[in-house]
């Protein structure tokens, strides 16, 4: 939906996944690189699943602390929000190597906190646009138009996807586990 229904998004462009070693992240690799992605860098807390990562498609892999390499990338996923986005923002709006190139930043969930102390020199650095995708900002319409092609990928095995069912009475159970796998609901 980022990529497709909130942006004009360009083959050839350069995206950075914030939060890449979660379910979604990991999803996005794929589906960045799919819709034709020059460039996919993934950013994460777990360096351990950093090579699953590249095998997903990702052609680097870096900390929230390295974000600044990241700095001429076109677009931003951000799956964490929070002070780890923050952190990043300021640092790769720095570097960027010409500031008056446009980079969308799109907040899309918010592991780490509701709410990012965006720095106001932020917003004067360079030329940022932050906008949010889900329920709300996409009409229910474009999800549906969305999902046949995204269900043929998965289908087709096209998307290296990872869930596991789980009985709803397991559910306590299965949250603490921290496999990085999409939890299935099975009533």
């Known amino acids: 939906m980022a990529l497709r229904r909130r942006i004009d998004f360009r083959e050839g462009g350069r995206v950075l996944i914030l939060g ?3 379910s979604a992240g990991s999803m ?8 034709g992605a020059a460039q996919v860098i993934a950013a994460g807390r777990d ?5 699953a990562l590249e095998a997903l498609g990702a052609d ?15 677009v931003v996923l951000d799956f964490v929000w929070g002070g780890p986005a923050a952190g990043a923002m300021l640092p790769m709006l720095t570097a960027r190597a010409d500031r008056s190139a446009p980079l969308t930043w799109i907040q899309i969930g918010s592991m780490a ?13 360079a ?5 949010g995708s889900g329920i709300g900002s996409v009409p229910s319409r474009d999800f549906v138009a969305e999902l046949p092609e995204l269900a043929a990928a998965v ?9 596991r ?7 306590a159970q299965a949250w603490t586990e921290q496999t990085g796998e999409r939890l299935v609901l099975v009533p």
């Open 47 to 51: 360096t351990t699943r950093f090579k």
């Open 127 to 131: 030329r940022l646009q932050i906008l």
């Open 113 to 125: 906190g509701a709410t990012a102390p965006v720095p106001s020199a932020a917003l004067r650095a």
């Open 155 to 163: 289908a087709e095995g096209a998307l290296d996807v990872r869930a």
């Open 60 to 74: 680097r892999t870096i900390t929230f602390d390295e974000a600044a390499v990241a700095a001429d990338v076109d």
């Open 165 to 171: 069912a789980v009985p709803l009475a397991g559910i």
């Open 28 to 35: 996005a690799i794929q589906i960045a690189k799919r819709f």
């Open 20 to 22: 890449a070693t979660g």
